[in-house]
């Protein structure tokens, strides 16, 4: 109840920032003073500095959502539910992870993101976590100049290193290879790092792409900061046990938002619409 009155409050301080009729004098100044709020939260994503993605490396690492087509449709049917699923239970951070390495989660995660950017209404982050094996990077032919474990050492702000997308995503990547990423992923220096991020630019959805939860410490421990995880299998060599067992690990401590199944070579012709 409190969480959902919560979801009601943010969504009417979002209506009005975008403006009403104005009834009366009161009401005038904390319309102003919204307005304001609005704009001020307006002008930081303004200064998150843009980049320009490689198509060539987008379209090899299979990142087709950042436009309207045939090829994104599975994504944004993803990316519907998994935001009618946010907003029906105030969640926020989501978390991408998997049973074992290679299942498509940071494809998923790209996206997810890439398509999010064509809401315009609302603003994403995607964070790429998995400091082992990070891709973000390289699935978007990009590369910011200080990496996201400085943002959570404090060396740098999270304005001066992460990179728009689009007008409302901002992307988080990874350059450096961590060779003890939960140091840096669990200490709580990143907890607080993540909440001023969140209250600073108030997203309505924060991504983390994750190592696979059965095989890294620091998955499990991030998993309590999060809201939901979204669990990628792939049809090609995830089993039904190693699922099962990552649900049970993932419900310990946060919310299972669902099962993505990738790398599904043989679908029933009825579920692509158009072709
Ligand atoms: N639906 C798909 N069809 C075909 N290939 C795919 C699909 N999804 C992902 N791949 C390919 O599989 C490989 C692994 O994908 P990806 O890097 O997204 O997985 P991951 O779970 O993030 O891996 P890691 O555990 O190493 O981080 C990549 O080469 C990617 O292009
Ligand atoms: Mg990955």
Redesign the pocket.
């Known amino acids: 109840m409190e969480k959902l009155q919560a979801a009601l409050a943010r969504a009417r301080e979002k209506r009005d920032g975008e403006g009403r009729p104005i009834r009366t004098q009161r009401g005038t100044m904390s319309q102003s003073r919204r307005m304001a709020r609005a704009e001020a939260l307006a002008n930081r994503w303004d200064e998150i500095p843009m980049f320009t993605p490689s198509e060539k490396r987008m379209h090899e690492a299979r990142i087709y959502s950042a436009e309207a087509n045939t090829d994104a449709q599975y994504f944004d049917i993803l990316r519907t539910k998994l935001l009618l699923e946010m907003r029906r239970n105030d969640w926020t951070r989501i978390a991408i992870t998997s049973a074992t390495a290679g299942c498509g989660?940071?494809t998923t995660a790209c996206n997810l993101i890439a398509g999010f950017g064509r809401q315009l209404e609302d603003r994403g982050m995607l964070f790429d976590l998995?400091l082992r094996?990070p891709?973000v990077s390289k699935f978007f032919g990009a590369a910011p100049t200080a990496s996201l474990a400085d943002v959570f050492k404090g060396e740098v702000s999270y304005q001066e290193q992460a990179m728009r997308l689009h007008r409302n995503t901002a992307i988080s990547m990874t350059t450096r290879v961590s060779t003890d990423p939960a140091q840096i992923i669990l200490s709580s220096q990143t907890a607080e790092i993540l909440d001023h991020v969140q209250a600073d630019y108030q997203p309505d959805l924060m991504l983390f792409?994750m190592p696979p939860v059965l095989v890294s410490d620091e998955t499990r421990g991030f998993l309590k900061l999060v809201d939901a995880v979204l669990i990628v299998a792939s049809a090609e060599s995830s089993t039904v046990a190693q699922v099962d067992e990552v649900e049970r690990e993932v419900a310990q401590y946060s919310n299972v938002a669902g099962v993505v199944l990738n790398k599904c070579r043989f679908m029933d012709e009825s579920y692509g619409y158009t072709y």
């Open positions: 989660k940071t998995d094996r891709s792409d």
